[in-house]
T-cell receptor, first 116, second 113 residues
């Protein structure tokens, strides 16, 4: 149980294009999902917290207009990197908190983004 | 502000050589301490949640313990497949928070055959 999927697992795009990453909780409902960014050999950096049906809360320094987050249902959150640039290249990971079951976050497998 | 410090940064063990990883934390009020395993190029895999000092949890060759200031992840007779980065995270009890996790920088464990 508590499986989280991400799609795509990797994406290569040209500078200036937008990329959408999906995060799904497959066997549970997640009222809260989190988006992280991870650079090589570094720990996870929280970008934003999204709650179903409401606006995401972004961490300090994260551009809201650059990283659009939509949490349209209890099983799906999306992250759109708008007008991507090479510096946006990174490993993006989502997590979901199991509703009603303590506070454990379960993570997706991650999406590697390379912007050329 | 919550802080998590993991040590050592890297650890190399021979297969069968038991050891411990440390996670020291500072929080205003601990709601939970979490251990995750992360393999290269993958998302973190949940291992344990500990909620109060004195609590212990085990899974195969891994055992996690918790005190009021730190947590240990004990690895007994490790195998090469235990090689990974182990992440510790805390969740505190601030008023009005989304109950986010604060992660340590991780311990990269390598088990040699």
């Amino acid at each position: 149980g508590a499986v989280v999927s991400q799609h795509p697992s990797w994406v290569i795009c040209k500078s200036g294009t937008s990329v959408k990453i999906e995060c799904r909780s497959l066997d549970f409902q997640a009222t809260t999902m989190f988006w992280y960014r991870q650079f090589p050999k570094q720990s996870l950096m929280l970008m934003a917290t999204s709650n179903e049906g409401s606006k995401a809360t972004y961490e300090q320094g994260v551009e809201k207009d650059k990283f659009l987050i939509n949490h349209a249902s209890l099983t799906l959150s999306t992250l759109t990197v708008t007008s991507a640039h090479p510096e946006d290249s990174s490993f993006y990971i989502c997590s979901a908190r199991v509703f009603g079951l303590q506070e454990t976050q379960y993570f997706g497998p991650g999406t590697r983004l390379l912007v050329l | 502000e919550d802080q998590v410090t993991q040590s050592p940064e890297a650890l190399r063990l021979q297969e069968g050589e038991s050891s411990s990883l440390n996670c020291s934390y500072t929080v205003s009020g601990l709601r939970g301490l979490f251990w995750y395993r992360q393999d290269p190029g993958k998302g973190p895999e949940f291992l344990f949640t500990l909620y109060s000092a004195g609590e212990e949890k085990e899974k195969e060759r891994l055992k996690a313990t918790l005190t009021k200031k730190e947590s240990f992840l004990h690895i007994t007779a490790p195998k090469p497949e235990d090689s990974a980065t182990y992440l510790c995270a805390v969740q505190s009890r601030p008023v009005g928070s989304a109950r986010q996790l604060t992660f340590g920088s991780g311990t990269q464990l390598t088990v040699l055959p």
